[in-house]
């Protein structure tokens, strides 16, 4: 098993780039296989879903070539071929393949998805969905297989603003037969930069980014060369990086308006924070100040993916601070980890109580999950000795060349 040693208590200084977005790419790899012709992703980050998304890929007999950190993908020649369940549970993200293949193919066969344990994670959304446009899905030892010869149109209303399921019914519907409204839809960056990849190939769809899409269908889609949004959730994490070890850092690719409720929680911490463009340099004040409650909720609110990472410097802000999370079940498997480095938190339901202590000490670690693991590392960049963050595979998800680049700031971190 891989793991990251850090030897924490060093300020991070300098400037680093964020790369792609994985939560961009995993859909818009999706997408790539609704057009016959060569479709290039400019600046593939190598995250570990978006590898094993381009495995799972390559088994229905799409093209894969890497070429100078573009990935170029041919569907022209592509099948619906079943997934083994080994594969798709590495991620929750296979589960787009399921409106893929509804709008290429009309019919589907998967198998359920998998991806971080931080909660029940159905996909009664995506399937009922998929029903409401006439597809005919019955699950039988595991395996879901839809029949959408009968595709149609129609308004879909999610019961939660879904950000898998929203993809889905526009995967499903881009080249559909009739025109599709998704009411209460997603609002996430990464939808719009899904639509705007489609619609760059040919697709019609409109109102990406508000709670209201409409997809009217074409007929066919084109090859284009597209390059995806950057990583707000990685970027986000350098800065935390930056501000938990009282350092100044700049960030490039990280947009304000993406990061709005992120950013101001960051603000009232007391750092310091310059905001040009997409550039953001922070400096990290001596002694910081409580945080009002924070709530994880859908974009554009407080991001459950920052939740962990935040926690990470919530555990050393002298005062009591309290995080709840509305998004998922279980996303504090990784406080007992964190307490292990001596930080004080109550979990009761889904609300932590955070007492911030003056030091963390490094300890013997095990990530529970990529962005719980993500927090281990900010709160062993900032502690005094050598942390261990087992299960780093877990991290490597979402994070690229990560000791690489905290490295790159000062950090004394090695990943093996
Ligand atoms: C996506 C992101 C993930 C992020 C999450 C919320 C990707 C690849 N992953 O995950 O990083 O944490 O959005 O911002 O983009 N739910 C149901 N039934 C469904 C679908 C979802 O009950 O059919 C529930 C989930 O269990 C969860 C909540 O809805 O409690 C949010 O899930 P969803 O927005 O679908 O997240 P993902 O698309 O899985």
């Excluded at 955070?354 to 062993?380: C, N, P, Q």
Aim: a neutral charge; one cysteine or more; glycine letters at 8%.
């Amino acid at each position: 098993m891989s793991e990251f040693l850090i030897d924490g208590g060093v300020r991070l200084e300098g400037s680093i780039g964020v790369q792609t977005s994985k939560n961009a790419l995993l859909p818009i790899i999706c997408g790539a296989l609704l057009v016959e012709g060569e479709v290039v992703l400019k600046n593939v980050a190598p995250y570990l879903d978006v590898e094993n998304l381009l495995d799972i890929v390559k088994r229905c007999d799409v093209k894969i070539e890497h070429e100078f950190g573009a990935v170029v993908l041919d569907a022209s020649s592509a099948k619906p071929s079943l997934i083994p369940s080994a594969l798709s549970k590495q991620l929750r993200a296979s589960i787009l393949l399921l409106g893929a293949f509804v709008g290429r193919f009309r019919h589907a066969r998967v198998t359920f998805p998998g991806g971080c344990e931080i909660g029940l994670r159905p996909i009664d959304l995506h399937l009922n969905a998929l029903r409401e446009l006439g597809v005919i899905i019955e699950e039988n030892h595991g395996i879901i297989n839809c029949d959408a010869s009968n595709l149609r149109g129609g308004v879909v209303m999610l019961d939660f603003a879904s950000v898998g399921a929203t993809e889905n019914i526009i995967l499903a519907s881009v080249l559909g037969a009739e025109e599709v409204t998704i009411l209460n839809a997603a609002r996430e960056p990464e939808i719009v930069d899904l639509s705007n990849f489609l619609n760059r190939c040919g697709a019609n769809i409109v109102g990406a980014g508000t709670n209201e899409i409409v997809i009217k269908p074409v007929k066919k889609l084109f090859p284009i060369e597209y390059e995806p949004i950057k990583d707000r959730i990685v970027g986000c994490t350098y800065l935390l990086a930056g501000a938990i070890t009282h350092g100044n850092i700049e960030v490039r690719g990280v947009k304000y308006a993406q990061n709005i409720s992120f950013l101001k929680k960051l603000c009232q911490s007391g750092c310091q924070l310059n905001i040009k463009s997409d550039t953001i340099t922070l400096k990290s004040p001596k002694t910081f100040q409580t945080v009002d409650m924070i709530e994880t909720n859908v974009y554009p609110a407080f991001p459950t993916d920052l939740q962990s990472p935040f926690v990470a410097l919530l555990s050393i802000i002298k005062g009591v601070c309290i995080v709840r999370e509305n998004v998922f079940e279980s996303r504090f498997k990784y406080v007992p980890e964190l307490i292990k480095m001596g930080a004080k938190i109550k979990v009761k339901n889904n609300v932590a109580l955070i007492e911030g202590v003056e030091k963390l000490s490094g300890a013997e670690v095990w990530a529970t999950d990529l962005r719980g693991g993500a927090g281990l590392i900010l709160a062993a960049l900032c502690a005094n000795g050598y942390t261990t963050i087992h299960n780093a595979n877990h991290i490597l998800r979402g994070y690229s060349n990560l000791a690489e680049n905290l490295g790159s700031l000062g950090a004394r971190i090695k990943y093996k």
